[in-house]
C-alpha cells in the first residue's frame, strides 16, 4: 500500500533559524496536504498542493510539490516560538480515494 | 460557525468496557472520517463516512471496532471490549461531501482514551 514517509522525526532549532521537514511518498501523489498539530491540540489544515513543481507561500513558511509529485517540503524561515508543534504531510493516492499522513516532524524551538 | 465537535474530550475505561466516542461534524458538512494517533506517532486512517453510509473502512480492525453515522445525530465510533492497546487520541474530521476524498479535512479537538 501507499506508505509516506516524513524526515527528521524531530528537529530542535534556536529560535530565528530555519527549518525544514521533507515528506516522500513510495507513489505518486494526486495532491498534498500539510497539517499543523500543536502539543495536544488537534491537527489544523495548512494548505494543499496540487500541481507539479508547485510552490506556495504562507508568510514564513514555503511549502513544494516535488516534479514527480511523489515527494515534498515545508521549510520555515527565521522559526518563532509559536512555530513549535509537530507537522504532518498527508497525500492522496491518484485515485483520490485515500489520505495517507506521514509520520510528522516534531518542531521544538528553543527561546 | 462551530467546528468540528467531539465528546468526550478524555475517556477512561477499564479492559472489557466498551468505548462510545462521539462526533458531530462541522454545518453543512456531510461526510466523516476517524483516524487514530498513537502517541507520538502519525495519524492512521480508520474509516470514511457518510450519512447513512460507509465509504472506506479498509483502517479499520476486523474486531471489536464499528462506526456509524446516522441519518440523525453524530457519528459513533465504537470499540467493544477495549484492550490496552486501545489508548490513544481518536480524531474525527468533517468535509463537505461535495467532491469525495481530495476536500480539505477539518479535524475535531479529539478523544483522549486511556485504557486500564
Known amino acids: 500500500g501507499q506508505q509516506v514517509m516524513q524526515i527528521p522525526q524531530y528537529q530542535h532549532v534556536q529560535e530565528g533559524e530555519d527549518f525544514t521537514t521533507y515528506c516522500n511518498s513510495s507513489?505518486?501523489?494526486?495532491?498534498i496536504q500539510w497539517y499543523k498539530q500543536r502539543p495536544g491540540g488537534h491537527p489544523v489544515f495548512l494548505i494543499q498542493l496540487v500541481k507539479s513543481g508547485e510552490v506556495k507561500k504562507q508568510k514564513r513558511l514555503t511549502f513544494q510539490f516535488g516534479e514527480a509529485k511523489k515527494n515534498s517540503s515545508l521549510h520555515i524561515t527565521a522559526t518563532q516560538t509559536t512555530d513549535v508543534g509537530t507537522y504532518f504531510c498527508a497525500g492522496f493516492n491518484n485515485a483520490g480515494n485515500m489520505l495517507t499522513f506521514g509520520g510528522g516532524t516534531r518542531l521544538m524551538v528553543k527561546p | 460557525n462551530a467546528g468540528v465537535m467531539q465528546n468526550p474530550r478524555h475517556l477512561v475505561r477499564r479492559r472489557g468496557q466498551e468505548a462510545r466516542l462521539r462526533c458531530s461534524p462541522m454545518?453543512?458538512?456531510?461526510?466523516v472520517y476517524w483516524y487514530r494517533q498513537l502517541p507520538e506517532e502519525g495519524l492512521k486512517f480508520m474509516v470514511y463516512l457518510q450519512k447513512e453510509n460507509i465509504i472506506d473502512e479498509s483502517g479499520m480492525p476486523k474486531e471489536r471496532f464499528s462506526a456509524e453515522f446516522p441519518k440523525e445525530g453524530p457519528s459513533i465510533l465504537r470499540i467493544q471490549q477495549v484492550v490496552r492497546g486501545d489508548s490513544a487520541a481518536y480524531f474525527c474530521?468533517?468535509?463537505?461531501?461535495?467532491?469525495?476524498?481530495?476536500?480539505?479535512?477539518?479535524f475535531g479537538p479529539g478523544t483522549r482514551l486511556l485504557v486500564l
Open positions: 474530521a468533517s468535509s463537505p461531501g461535495i467532491t469525495t476524498w481530495t476536500e480539505t479535512q477539518y
Open positions: 507513489t505518486t501523489l494526486s495532491n
Open positions: 454545518k453543512g458538512h456531510s461526510h
